[in-house]
């Protein structure tokens, strides 16, 4: 994917999910009416569920995972209404054609993705579990860029599968062309959490924050999805300017 540009985005529809809850926010609403009347529009089989039946088979182990509920995640929908969502447990991200239902294009990563990926302009961008962030064309599924969020290159079994110790949550909030996401378990393990902030076209690094356990005795944090209200950054109760990564409790 050498050579995209960062195009202007289409015209927003009230129909446009762009991330996971809609927005940075996670607002979970958009201004939209829905008829009385609703009815399916259409369908597609994206993975055939397992029919193992041992109690101790991996896929049922996976179904314990409190993070990755299912075979797929809930959608986005943007760019020109194309629907994007992720296999968790297979690593996969699927684009749809919302008219047609055909697959457009599906790109395999190192790891689970447990949430749906962001559409900015013409780029879907998402963390993995494999340690790494990835930005693919949202056109054709083409890698523009991937970046090494993990401390390092090291890996446990969880839920049956090998992944980082710093894994990175799928739903990636994009703020004036800026991606932020963090990496990590808990602040209190493994060099603690480490929180970035990339140009979205180039991945090149803005700011880097790292959250230890606080030598005070006070509570530490768990990683969990980030959260901005257009000004600042959220992991948690911990704050971050979005410019500078400068953090306040």
């Known amino acids: ?76 929908v943007a760019f020109d209404g194309t629907v994007f969502m992720a296999l968790p447990d297979r690593h996969q991200i699927i684009a749809l054609n919302n008219q047609t239902r055909e697959t457009l294009w599906r790109y395999i990563a190192g790891g689970r993705i447990d949430t749906p990926p962001t559409i900015h302009r013409n780029l879907c961008l998402f963390g993995c579990h494999d340690g790494w962030v990835y930005c693919l064309n949202a056109k054709d599924g083409k890698l523009i860029w991937r970046f090494h969020a993990a401390l390092e290159e090291r890996r446990i079994l969880v839920y049956g599968q090998l992944e980082s110790v710093w894994p990175v949550f799928g739903s990636v909030p994009v703020i004036n062309d800026i991606v932020y996401f963090s990496a ?66």
């Open 1 to 76: 994917a050498f050579g995209v540009k960062l195009v202007n985005p289409p015209p927003k529809t009230v129909s446009d999910w762009p991330c996971f809850r809609h927005d940075a926010r996670r607002g979970n609403r958009i201004d939209s009416m829905v008829a009385s009347d609703a009815k399916l529009l259409w369908t597609a089989k994206i993975v055939e569920k397992s029919k193992a039946g041992m109690s101790n088979s991996l896929p049922e182990d996976w179904t314990t995972n409190p993070i990755v509920t299912g075979p797929l995640t809930a959608p986005t």
């Open 184 to 249: 990590g378990r808990s602040s209190c393990s493994d060099k603690g959490i480490v929180v970035y902030a990339l140009e979205i076209l180039t991945g090149n690094l803005l700011w880097k924050k790292s959250i230890f356990l606080p030598k005070d005795g006070h509570h530490g944090h768990v990683n969990d999805l980030l959260v901005s209200d257009g000004a600042h950054l959220y992991l948690g109760d911990q704050q971050f300017d979005l410019k500078t990564g400068a953090t306040q409790n």
